[in-house]
């Protein structure tokens, strides 16, 4: 049997959960994360590098015989990783499980991947786009526009590159800062000024060799900081699996719509793309739109998805590497995931870092994925907003709660916070 060796970028609570999930493979001969965080620690090797230290990365790979590479952010893959690795004839051999810059363009350019959709009539919000050039027939546009109206920056812009304007005055402003001002630096240079959509919104993902693929368990992540969704947006405050909404006739509109076009789309522009796709989507009555295409896998979604794979993760990564994703099939575990989030308080603006948390030993019945945590001095302290996912199993969405809230009182940090209501709507 073959085995692999495995360096991992990134340092969140979804790589804690894929390093998790590898890590139990036989396939997987050494597993490291770059840079890794203390849970990441318990399932393989931390290194101290940057996953954008592309150098680095590629000198570590090759001193290591490292032979799947598996960016976890964005950041790597946008500014193009893949292309980095295959056109070096040193680290060619290496698989960079992951789109290559131009496919990682569905999430690096809303504009691209509007476009995507339009050329494959891939359901999406209506829209335009606009830039320095056609600034005053923007400002036109969005006179005339009904209301909400929804401003995209073109480019990455840490997920604050999104406004939901409520009045035409606010979406000008917001437009005009972002073109004029460039309050997103480059990225907002071109905006894409959409419908917006009424719905309610699920994540569905997809692993590809860029013919066939595999759908792993959908998720609906909770992006508000208060309860009742409610308060500004963050990363992600926890999600659950499955989607009680997404059935099979639901489903069955989401790949015929939606997953086939996008897959067949990237196929026949000669996109290179192996690795995940995350469909951002939204149900308007009972079909599905797309708000958002990722290059990789979400975060909370991860903590929840990759606990209902019951495939192995390494086999998977290897079927997708030869380009025989057609021989497998997708398991998923019955049970349902929840996760939630402790999070720093003041999250998401800003917060205090460095405090010792405890308590981990106590925590029963649930699995803990590190987040924004760090090692000091032999304690565990927080080291970022987000600091630490708790998912837990149930055979209902209420089932699975009742353990998680009994093991996020167990964990303890000063300034503690974290949404009691994941999954509320479907309870
Ligand atoms: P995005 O970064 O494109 O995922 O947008 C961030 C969030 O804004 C999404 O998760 C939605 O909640 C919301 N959003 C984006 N586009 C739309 C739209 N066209 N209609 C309604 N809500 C939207
Ligand atoms: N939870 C949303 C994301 O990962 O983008």
């Known amino acids: 049997m073959p085995s692999y060796n495995i360096l991992l970028l990134g340092s969140g609570g979804r790589e804690c959960a894929l390093a998790w999930k590898m890590q139990q493979s036989p396939l997987c001969e050494k597993l490291y994360i770059a840079p890794g965080n203390p849970g990441t620690e318990q399932y393989g090797t931390n290194v101290a590098l940057s996953v954008m230290d592309f150098e680095g990365i590629k000198k570590f790979c090759l001193e290591n015989n490292i032979d799947i590479l598996l960016p976890g952010p964005e950041d790597p893959l946008v500014a193009g990783i893949y292309d980095s690795f295959i056109n070096d004839p040193q680290t060619q051999h290496i698989f960079v499980a992951g789109p290559s810059k131009e496919g990682a363009q569905l999430e690096g350019s809303k504009a691209f991947a509007k476009q995507f959709m339009q050329r494959h009539r891939i359901p999406t919000a209506a829209y335009r786009e606009f830039n320095e050039s056609n600034f005053e027939e923007g400002i036109a546009y969005l006179k005339q526009h009904a209301l909400p109206i929804v401003l995209k920056a073109d480019g990455l812009a840490a997920g604050k590159g999104v406004v939901i304007a409520q009045s035409t005055d606010e979406a000008i402003e917001s437009f005009t800062a972002m073109i004029k001002d460039a309050q997103f630096g480059d990225a907002s240079k071109k905006v894409v000024v959409e419908e917006f959509l009424t719905g309610i919104e699920l994540s569905v993902f997809a ?47 989401v790949i015929d719509r939606i997953v086939e076009p996008t897959v067949r789309g990237l196929r026949q522009e000669a996109i290179t793309y192996a690795g995940f796709i995350f469909f951002g989507l939204i149900k308007v009555n009972d079909d599905p739109y797309v708000i958002e295409y990722n290059c990789r896998m979400g975060d909370p979604e991860t903590e929840v998805v990759i606990p209902r794979l019951q495939n192995d993760l390494v086999q998977l990564l290897e079927k997708m590497m030869e380009g025989r994703m057609n021989e497998v099939t997708a398991l998923h575990d019955p049970r349902v995931a929840c996760t939630i989030m402790l999070v720093s308080k003041g999250y998401p603006g800003s917060y205090h870092k460095g405090i010792i948390i405890k308590g981990f030993e106590q925590v029963n019945g649930s699995m803990l994925f590190h987040a924004g ?8 302290v927080t080291s970022g907003g987000r600091v630490i996912a708790i998912t837990s199993y149930g055979n209902s969405i209420k089932e699975a709660l009742t353990t998680y809230y009994e093991n996020a009182s167990k964990i303890d940090y000063e300034g503690k916070q974290y949404r009691k209501d994941i999954g509320y709507e479907f309870i």
């Open 207 to 253: 692993m590809t060799d860029g013919t066939d693929y595999i759908l792993l368990p959908s998720a609906k992540d909770y992006k508000r900081i208060g309860e009742g969704d409610a308060g500004s947006n963050t990363g992600g405050m926890g999600a659950i699996s499955p989607v009680p909404f997404a059935d099979d006739a639901f489903m069955k509109k």
């Open 373 to 380: 945590t760090a090692k000091k001095d032999n304690e565990i």
